[in-house]
């Protein structure tokens, strides 16, 4: 299992994704982004896949 | 609307993305590598069957990925079909930093191109990825994507830049046989699932469709 981010992700209308596009793709590096319509519908989204966190084994 | 239901909306898909990249993608040490990295790989999932407006949308994201050094892999959850994988690279086609052509008719299968126009004015070959059998083995996805190096030209020369121009991690980049070695099981893995496939330049080749989908009008 990959990584998971400390962030929650961050829902961002699309109106405000489009109005500073880079900034929040530059965020989407660290913070995982959710691209919401108006009615709050997930259009999309954007994170980054880092290193897979080593999972200790399970006790008996 | 119920707060939850966006990060609820792509946690399969998201999962399944993720331990394909982590684990499987094309069989090799490569994207393991990758996701090793500081700058891991970018990852941008579109949920519903992508529409102009979605698409003309990348560009941006992919010119300030690339100018990060990351690469870059979009996915489409949203289609289900090799009809809306052609209507998706149709729509790709219309677009200026797109370009989609066909490679060659195979008898069996209809062999397609995706490259996209770098803000330094290379084309980026794509990978694709599709949860198709005419798929070659290594680039069967759970879900159509396409992968591809966003950033400047390294090692290519010419009008095109691929994986080969990601700058390599500094452990490798400073040592000629780990990288070496590395590059040796890339291939011997990828020798392996390629056992029953003819032997070509897949590294030209974005995706690989059933024969029908050769009509296609759009590219």
Redo the contacts between chains.
Sequence with gaps: ??QQHDH??E?VPLADF?KD??EW??K??TTPI?V?DQ??????????????EEQPAAAE | ?N?S???K??DLE??FI??W???VMTGCNFA?LL??Q???????????VPTLE?LE?LD??L???GA?G?VAVVMFPGVHSVTQLVETLELLNRLERWRVSTLDEDEDVHTVKVEWLTEEQKWSNCMGLAPLLSMPPTRRAPFVGLALWPGVQSRNEGPSVDFHDIPLPLDLADDDAARRQMFKQVKEQTTKLFAQTPERNWREISFCLPAYARNSPGF
């Design positions: 299992m990959s929650q992700p829902l489009k596009q880079r793709v530059k989407s590096m959710i919401v009615a709050g519908k997930a259009l999309f989204e954007m994170e980054v896949v880092r290193e897979p | 609307m707060s239901q966006p990060q909306h792509g998201k999962h993720k331990v990249l982590t684990k393991g996701v090793r500081s700058s891991g790989i970018w990852i941008q999932s579109i949920h519903e979605s949308l941006v994201s010119d300030t990925v990060a990351t």
